[in-house]
Structure formats: structure tokens, C-alpha cells
């Protein structure tokens, strides 16, 4: 009965124009769905069984994974990184970097790098490397600290779920409504900021949960001037919604949170962004754009 409510609702949903969000119970900034705890993306599948196949199919899901075979007989041959007892491994476009136990049993971030573009192991990192839940697991995990699931899972955008799923009309932190662009920017900024500091001086923003501004945990040069290289879209993007006039729903006008595409940015109107990547008012590409993981070359 409650899975045929949820096929009905999301029907609706399709159907619905833009803007229709604002209908929907918009969440309270004040009050996050602290209360509640996490249960893991596996418990939305009956009730939401399209988007959670979306999500199961893209890089969110499975960006911190167990090792594939293939990586291990690679790892088996790699310069520095051969006979270490490899347990996780993080990335799956361009880069994978493996994360194994020192002597004390402390899981670190080894000094070496698969590059799956040129098929070759990159040198990146020291010895000892960083202690994976001090510096890369939030991002790469959800509600790390402890973590609860491997991977960007549901929760991590829609805030633990127990009473979302204990009641299914109960949906705090879980709506993106058009009116508050700037929750939305807080969700994807959390990860896809670069160089922000929690105030316990960490490279992610502890404590921060969606349904809440990120500035409230996060210390970043909101004003400042972005003057590296590559394709920084994500990080401009969220800072001209955060700290700037925008008022756009940023990330979602050209991608699908759940499949990550970004097929429909084309038809997009022209605007200062789409600079970032093209040559002004054309379709050709920029050189030298290149994806930015805030922290992961440590
Ligand atoms: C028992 C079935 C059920 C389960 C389990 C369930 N949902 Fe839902 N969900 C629903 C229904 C029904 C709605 C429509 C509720 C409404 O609008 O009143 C909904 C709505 C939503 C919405 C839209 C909220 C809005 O107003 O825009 C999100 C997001 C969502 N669910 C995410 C999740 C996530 C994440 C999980 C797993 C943690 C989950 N759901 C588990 C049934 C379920
Ligand atoms: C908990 C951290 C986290 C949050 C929150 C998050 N992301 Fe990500 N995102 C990642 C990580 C990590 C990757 C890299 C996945 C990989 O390749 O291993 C990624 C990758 C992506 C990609 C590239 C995937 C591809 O196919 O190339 C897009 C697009 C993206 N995220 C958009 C978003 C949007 C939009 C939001 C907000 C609705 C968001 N992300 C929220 C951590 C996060
Ligand atoms: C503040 C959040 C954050 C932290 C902390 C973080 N990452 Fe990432 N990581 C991301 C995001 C976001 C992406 C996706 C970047 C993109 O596609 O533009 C990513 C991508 C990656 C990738 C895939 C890059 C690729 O090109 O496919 C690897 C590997 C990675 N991170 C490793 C690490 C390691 C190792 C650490 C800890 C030393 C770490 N990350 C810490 C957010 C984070
Ligand atoms: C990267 C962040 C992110 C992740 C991970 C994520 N969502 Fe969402 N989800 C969003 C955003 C943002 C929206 C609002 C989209 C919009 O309004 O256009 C949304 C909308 C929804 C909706 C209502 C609209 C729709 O598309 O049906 C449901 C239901 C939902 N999510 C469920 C889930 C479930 C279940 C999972 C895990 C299997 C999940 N989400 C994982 C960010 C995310
Ligand atoms: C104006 C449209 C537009 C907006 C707005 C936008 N993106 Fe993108 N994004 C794109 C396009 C197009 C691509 C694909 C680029 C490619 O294939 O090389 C992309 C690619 C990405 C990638 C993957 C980079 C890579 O090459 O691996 C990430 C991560 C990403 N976007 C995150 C975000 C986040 C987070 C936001 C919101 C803060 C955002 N984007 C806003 C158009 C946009
Ligand atoms: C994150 C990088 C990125 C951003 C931002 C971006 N684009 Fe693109 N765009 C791409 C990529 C990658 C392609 C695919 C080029 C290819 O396949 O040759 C593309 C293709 C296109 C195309 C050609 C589509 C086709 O079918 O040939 C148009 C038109 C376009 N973009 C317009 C825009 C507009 C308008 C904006 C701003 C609203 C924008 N882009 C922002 C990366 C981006």
C-alpha cells in the first residue's frame, strides 16, 4: 500500500511543473532532522526503486568500494604500494587511491595513485599518509564519524531518514524547495567546495547536516578570488549562490542529483558560467579544465 502511495506521489512529481516544489513542506533550518538516525540508501529501494537504481548506477554510490580484483593484481606490481594489505579504495572516473592499515592498525591513504586515463600509477602523497577518517572519509562516506555507509549514499544529501521512513510524510531536511537555493548549495558545497575549514580546523565541514546553511560550520573566503587553473564551475557556482546575488537552484539547473549527468546544461541560458568551461558565447571547449577533488592529492 505504502510502495503503490509512493509510485502515485512520484508520478505526480513527474507530472508537476517547475515550481511546484515550493508546495511542498520546505525544511526548517532551525531544526534538522537531528532527531533522527541513519539507515542506510538500502532501505529507500522499495519505496523509491527508480532513483535508487539511478543512484546504484553512478560514481555518488560507489566512490569508496572494496578493491576489484583488477586492482589488486595492478597494486600487486605498483612501485611503492605492492604488499600492502589494501582494504578500501576511493574514486572511480580518473583517479583511485587505496586506503590500508599502518602497524597500529590505523587505516591511512597510500602514496601512490591508479590513473585510469593513461593506464599508469601516478606517484602522489608521503609516507605515513593521512588518516582516512581525519581527512578524506566525509566526503567520500555518509554520516562519517562514524560512518554509516560506504559511498555518497541518499542520506548524505537528504539527512538521516529513520523518521522519514518510520513515517513517510515526515520530510524535514529532505526537500530542495526552489525558494531556499541556498540549502541546496549547502548540500553540494559540503563536498564540492574546495578549500574550506571546519572550525576544528578539518578540511570538511563537520557537523554540517542538509537542511542547514553551510557558512553556519564551514570558514571560507566567501569574497575571495578563485585564480587556480582547471574547471573550478562547482566551487563558483556555489559561492556565487552562498556568498554572491544569485539565487539560482545551482547545481540542479544542469544536473540530475541522482544520475549526474549533465546532458541538459546545453540548452541552458548563456551566463557568466558557462565561461568556465567554453570558449565565451560558443559551444568549444577551454583547454585545461580538469576535475578538482578538494583534498585528495594529500
Ligand atoms: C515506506 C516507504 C518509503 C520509504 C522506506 C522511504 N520513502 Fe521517501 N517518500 C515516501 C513517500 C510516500 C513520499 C511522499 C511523501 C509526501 O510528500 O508526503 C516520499 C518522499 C520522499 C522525498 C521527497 C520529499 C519532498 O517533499 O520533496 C524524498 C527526498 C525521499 N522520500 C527520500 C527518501 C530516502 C532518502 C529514503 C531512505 C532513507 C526514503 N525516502 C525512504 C515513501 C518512502
Ligand atoms: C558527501 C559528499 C558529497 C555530496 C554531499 C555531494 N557530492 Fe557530488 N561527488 C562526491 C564525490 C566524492 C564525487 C566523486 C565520485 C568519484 O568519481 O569517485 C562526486 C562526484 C560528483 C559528480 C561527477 C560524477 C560524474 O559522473 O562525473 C557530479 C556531477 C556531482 N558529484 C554533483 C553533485 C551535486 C549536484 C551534489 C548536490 C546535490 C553533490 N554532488 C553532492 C561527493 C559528494
Ligand atoms: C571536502 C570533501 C572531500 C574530502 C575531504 C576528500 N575528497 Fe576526494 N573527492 C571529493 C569530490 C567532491 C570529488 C569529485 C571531484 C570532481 O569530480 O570534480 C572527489 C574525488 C576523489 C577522487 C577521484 C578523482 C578522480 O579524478 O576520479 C579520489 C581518488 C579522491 N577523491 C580521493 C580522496 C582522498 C585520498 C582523500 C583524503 C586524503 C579525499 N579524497 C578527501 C571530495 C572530497
Ligand atoms: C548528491 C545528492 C543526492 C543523493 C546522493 C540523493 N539525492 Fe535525492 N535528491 C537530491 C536533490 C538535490 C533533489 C531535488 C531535485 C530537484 O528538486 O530537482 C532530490 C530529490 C529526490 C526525490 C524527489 C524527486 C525525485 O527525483 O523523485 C526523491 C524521492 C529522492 N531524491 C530520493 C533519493 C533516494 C532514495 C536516494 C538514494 C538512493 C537519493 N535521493 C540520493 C539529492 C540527492
Ligand atoms: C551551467 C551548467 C552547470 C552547472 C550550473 C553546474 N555544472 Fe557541473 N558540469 C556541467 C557540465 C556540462 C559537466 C560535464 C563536463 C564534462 O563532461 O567534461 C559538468 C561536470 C561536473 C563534474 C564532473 C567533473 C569531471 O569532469 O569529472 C562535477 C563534479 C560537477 N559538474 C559538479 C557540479 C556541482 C557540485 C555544481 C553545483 C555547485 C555544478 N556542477 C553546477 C555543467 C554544470
Ligand atoms: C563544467 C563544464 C561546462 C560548463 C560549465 C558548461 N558546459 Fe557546455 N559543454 C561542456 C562539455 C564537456 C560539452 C560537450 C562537448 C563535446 O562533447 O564536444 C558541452 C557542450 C555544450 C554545447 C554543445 C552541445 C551539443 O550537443 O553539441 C552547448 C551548446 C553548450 N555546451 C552550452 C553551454 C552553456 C549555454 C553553458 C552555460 C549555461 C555551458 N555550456 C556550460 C562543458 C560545460
Redesign the pocket.
Given at each position: 500500500m505504502v510502495v503503490l502511495l509512493a509510485v502515485v506521489w512520484l508520478g505526480w512529481l513527474a507530472a508537476a511543473p517547475a515550481g511546484a516544489e515550493t508546495a511542498s513542506p520546505a525544511p526548517s533550518a532551525a531544526a534538522p532532522a537531528s532527531a533522527a538516525t541513519y539507515v542506510g540508501s538500502q532501505r529507500c529501494q522499495p519505496c523509491h526503486p527508480g532513483v535508487f537504481q539511478a543512484w546504484k548506477d553512478a560514481p555518488h554510490s560507489h566512490t569508496l568500494h572494496a578493491p576489484s580484483d583488477a586492482d589488486r593484481s595492478r597494486l600487486a606490481e605498483s612501485l611503492r604500494c605492492a604488499d600492502r594489505p589494501v582494504r578500501l579504495a576511493i574514486g572511480v572516473k580518473r583517479h583511485v587511491r587505496f586506503v590500508a592499515p599502518d602497524e597500529s592498525g590505523v587505516d591511512r591513504v597510500l602514496p601512490c595513485r591508479w590513473n585510469r586515463a593513461s593506464d599508469s600509477w601516478d606517484l602522489v602523497g608521503a609516507e605515513p599518509g593521512p588518516v582516512f577518517v581525519d581527512t578524506c572519509a566525509w566526503c567520500h562516506q555518509t554520516g562519517a564519524k562514524p560512518a554509516k555507509e560506504d559511498g555518497v549514499g541518499c542520506e548524505a544529501c537528504h539527512g538521516p531518514g529513520s523518521a522519514h521512513v518510520a513515517d513517510p510524510e515526515h520530510v524535514d531536511s529532505f526537500a530542495f524547495p526552489a525558494s531556499k537555493p541556498e540549502l541546496a548549495a549547502s548540500v553540494c558545497g559540503a563536498c564540492h567546495l574546495q578549500g574550506g575549514l571546519s572550525k576544528d580546523g578539518l578540511s570538511f565541514p563537520d557537523g554540517f547536516l542538509p537542511g542547514t546553511d553551510l557558512r553556519e560550520v564551514f570558514e571560507y573566503d566567501w569574497g575571495g578570488l578563485d585564480s587556480a587553473q582547471g574547471?573550478h564551475?562547482a566551487q563558483r557556482e556555489i559561492r556565487t549562490v552562498l556568498a554572491g546575488p544569485s539565487k539560482r537552484r545551482v547545481c540542479l539547473d544542469?544536473h540530475d542529483p541522482h544520475r549526474q549527468t549533465?546532458t541538459a546544461?546545453?540548452s541552458?541560458?548563456?551566463?557568466p558560467?558557462?565561461g568556465?568551461?567554453?570558449v565565451s558565447g560558443s559551444?568549444e571547449?577551454r583547454s585545461g579544465?580538469e576535475a578538482v577533488c578538494p583534498v585528495c592529492e594529500l
Open positions: 574547471d564551475h544542469c549533465a546544461h546545453a541552458q541560458p548563456q551566463g558560467l558557462c568556465e568551461c567554453h559551444a571547449l579544465r
